[in-house]
C-alpha cells in the first residue's frame, strides 16, 4: 500500500506551550503531531466556513426567501444598466 505523499511544516514555538500542548495531547491519548495537526485543520476549516458562509437569523432568511420568489420590479436605473451590459457584451 502507497503512502499519501507529505509536506513539512516547522514552527517554533515557546517551551511553556510545547508543555501545554504535549499535555494535551497526553490527555487526549494522541501523539504531539497528531494533536497539533487536528488542532491546525479545525482552525483553518473554521477560517474559511467563517470567510466563505453567510450565517442569517431567521427573519433574514423569511425575507431572502421572500425577495427570491417575488422579486421587485427593475428600476429605470436598473433597466439602463442592463441595456448597458447587453450593448457591451454585442460588441466584444
Known amino acids: 500500500m502507497a503512502t499519501a505523499p507529505t509536506a513539512r511544516l516547522e514552527a517554533r514555538i515557546s517551551p511553556n506551550l510545547q508543555k501545554i500542548l504535549k499535555r494535551a495531547a497526553e490527555i487526549q491519548g494522541r ?11 479545525d482552525a483553518a476549516q473554521r477560517a474559511i466556513e467563517q470567510a466563505e458562509v453567510i450565517h442569517l437569523s431567521l427573519a433574514d432568511q423569511q425575507r431572502f426567501a421572500e425577495v427570491l420568489l417575488s422579486p ?4 429605470p436605473a436598473l433597466k439602463r444598466a442592463m441595456a ?9
Open 72 to 75: 421587485p420590479k427593475p428600476t
Open 31 to 41: 501523539t504531539l503531531t497528531d494533536f497539533v495537526i487536528t488542532a491546525v485543520q
Open 84 to 92: 448597458r451590459h447587453d450593448k457591451l457584451l454585442r460588441t466584444e
